[in-house]
T-cell receptor
Framework: ETGVTQTPRHLVMGMTNKKSLKCEQH?????MYWYKQSAKKPLELMFV???????ENNSVPSRFSPECPNSSHLFLHLHTLQPEDSALYLC???????????FGAGTRLSVL | GENVEQHPSTLSVQEGDSAVIKCTYS??????FPWYKQELGKGPQLIID?????GEKKDQRIAVTLNKTAKHFSLHITETQPEDSAVYFC????????????FGTGTSLTVIP
């Protein structure tokens, strides 16, 4: 495995639910990322944390809320999502921002 | 910002043949180009990368070439095997954009036994 673990692997939620995605890395890295992967589209960078500080927010709707309590853990809090938010959400980490990124297996999210 | 285009979107080859995937980028400041392989049910994994100060890099059956003037780079897989079947993504990054990775749309490679 890559050393980046994401849970849950699959999630089905209604538009009124609140859920959270979790990412944990065991690589001693200092940067963590959230990406959205949709069919036939490039990976979309959502958020970047470098040394626990958010350094990138690529115009992501406020219904997605990231949290980085420490360099090893990253969360993505979800609320009032839309069906078009259904996608594979990937977490990645790197030694510092800009270095080689190592990806988790992703959470497959379905919004009904 | 950077725009990375990747072709083809799908590619089928016979086992033992070579496969080539091509990417172009728009930002001349891009200086790092990784390639990722994503197998079904898994996240992307780095398979090879190249920096702008070299034109070619090899690792066993995999090679990457970079043409900075034309702003394109390619992945070459020789002697393909069924386990090479996966989706391959190219990416480009530049220090002047915070080293953000800009990804291509992916190439689904199928190696036919």
């Amino acid at each position: 495995e890559t050393g980046v673990t994401q849970t849950p692997r699959h999630l089905v939620m209604g538009m009124t639910n609140k859920k959270s995605l979790k990412c944990e890395q065991h690589l001693g890295h200092n940067a963590m990322y959230w990406y959205k992967q949709s069919a036939k589209k490039p990976l979309e960078l959502m958020f970047v944390y470098n040394f626990k500080e958010q350094t990138e927010n690529n115009s992501v709707p406020s219904r997605f809320s990231p949290e980085c309590p420490n360099s090893s853990h990253l969360f993505l809090h979800l609320h009032t999502l839309q069906p078009e938010d259904s996608a594979l959400y990937l977490c990645a980490s790197s030694q510092v921002q800009g270095n080689i990124q190592y990806f988790g297996a992703g959470t497959r999210l379905s919004v009904l | 910002g950077e725009n990375v285009e990747q072709h083809p979107s799908t590619l089928s080859v016979q086992e033992g043949d070579s496969a080539v995937i091509k990417c172009t980028y728009s930002d001349s400041a891009s200086n790092y180009f990784p390639w990722y392989k994503q197998e079904l049910g898994k996240g992307p994994q780095l398979i090879i990368d190249i920096r702008s100060n070299v034109g070619e890099k090899k690792d066993q059956r995999i090679a990457v070439t970079l043409n900075k003037t034309a702003k394109h780079f390619s992945l070459h897989i020789t002697e393909t095997q069924p386990e090479d079947s996966a989706v391959y993504f190219c990416a480009a990054s530049a220090s002047n954009t915070g080293n953000q990775f800009y990804f291509g749309t992916g190439t689904s490679l199928t190696v036919i036994p």
